[in-house]
């Protein structure tokens, strides 16, 4: 049996990634950074923290083959610039549908950020680094889990 691909992030690297994307960011206007949890309100919240702009989440649950809003973006978003962070950019389904989210409640404008992106798929306004589709992304805020008051590596 062969294993996975994997690319590994660690804390450093997360840095040096975010950095990188706030470099990015901070060429465009925006007045919010929303994050699509869980794993973008780790990236979105960083990155609202280094650009100093308001930190917003959205909360999407995929279950059986349909995504869900379970927390929809604040109308205090309406009128608003907005930079649309999540951990990892695959099909595109959570970026579109919190793009139509936003939309809804009525933001100005809306792009979007990914701390990775799976290659081929769907291509953020702006992203940090790059994963073949073939490659499991680790990212280190998933690679531990507390069990019986042990850290222990998470399976995956």
């Not at 869900?68 to 595109?92: C, N």
């Not at 100005?108 to 799976?118: D, E």
């Amino acid at each position: 049996m062969t294993a996975e691909p994997r690319r590994e992030i660690g804390w450093p690297e997360f840095g040096t990634l975010c950095k990188e994307l706030a470099l990015e960011m901070d060429k465009r206007p925006f007045d919010a950074v929303v994050g699509i949890a869980r794993g973008g309100s780790i990236v979105g919240s960083t990155l609202s923290f280094m650009l100093g702009r308001e930190y917003f989440p959205i909360r999407l649950s995929k279950r059986g083959g349909v995504t869900r809003v379970i927390v929809p973006p604040t109308k205090d978003l309406a009128g608003r610039h907005v930079a649309l962070v999540d951990d990892l950019s695959r099909t595109g389904e959570t970026f579109k549908i919190a793009l139509h989210e936003l939309s809804r409640i009525g933001a100005a404008s809306v792009f979007t950020v990914a701390l990775v992106r799976r290659e081929p798929g769907f291509k953020p306004d702006i992203c940090a680094t790059t994963a073949s589709a073939a490659d499991k992304v680790a990212f280190p805020w998933g690679r531990e889990v507390l069990v019986g008051g042990k850290f222990q590596l998470r399976k995956l």
